[in-house]
């Protein structure tokens, strides 16, 4: 059976993000062959953390089974890239957390004021870093008003030196560039913080 084939225009923050969440360097000129290789590829590293993931809840050897939160922590993750914030959704409740998923910066910040989160993974281009930078301060201020110690966990496809220190400056709890293991660092920050 023919697949259909439509025309669509992508900007380049978005094939880079696709391609680094891949591994993969973007080709000069994409074509819907290496988008599907890149998401091939991010499939097959969803789905072996996916099974990693479960293997600790099966009971392995593995030490991270007992650090495991209990069910009632909850997180907001926010990013405006859809496979992302799923991604995310996944990983977090096989984790034993309450997951809410924002892919806006106004949207984050009121699910934000309706409730008390443990966590907060918010992804700094959404979709600039100046929105990024501005939900950072709302989630921040939020959180010291209600007297909350919310983590934030501010995540970027960014290597800027400058921006990790604006956002620990500003309150970040942790800092995860999206280079390779990303979603395991962010996993670790969580179960590392009390």
């Known amino acids: 059976m023919p697949s259909d084939k439509k025309k669509i225009e992508i900007d380049s923050v978005f094939v880079q993000k696709i391609f680094s969440l891949a591994d993969?360097?973007?080709?000069?000129?994409?074509?819907?062959?290496?988008?599907?290789?890149?998401?091939?590829?991010?499939?097959?590293?969803?789905?072996?953390?996916?099974?990693?993931?479960?293997?600790?809840?099966?009971?392995?050897?593995?030490?991270?089974?007992?650090?495991?939160?209990?069910?009632?922590?909850?997180?907001?993750?926010?990013?405006?890239?859809?496979?992302i914030a799923y991604q995310l959704d996944v990983i977090f409740k096989k984790m034993g957390f309450d997951v809410i998923v924002s892919q806006e910066i106004y949207d984050a910040i009121e699910k934000f004021r309706a409730d008390k989160f443990d966590f907060a993974v918010i992804d700094l281009f959404i979709p600039t870093e100046k929105e990024g930078f501005i939900l950072l301060d709302e989630l921040k201020k939020m959180s010291i008003i209600n007297r909350h110690d919310t983590k934030i966990i501010v995540m970027t496809a960014s290597s800027k030196v400058e921006n990790k220190e604006k956002c620990l400056r500003k309150g970040a709890s942790f800092y995860i560039e999206k280079a390779q293991g990303w979603q395991k660092k962010i996993m670790e920050s969580c179960l590392a913080a009390k």
């Open 24 to 83: 993969l360097i973007p080709p000069e000129e994409v074509t819907s062959i290496d988008l599907n290789r890149a998401l091939t590829k991010i499939e097959l590293k969803f789905n072996s953390m996916l099974a990693s993931q479960n293997n600790v809840g099966a009971g392995t050897s593995d030490t991270t089974q007992s650090k495991l939160p209990e069910n009632g922590k909850k997180v907001l993750v926010v990013d405006d890239m859809g496979i």
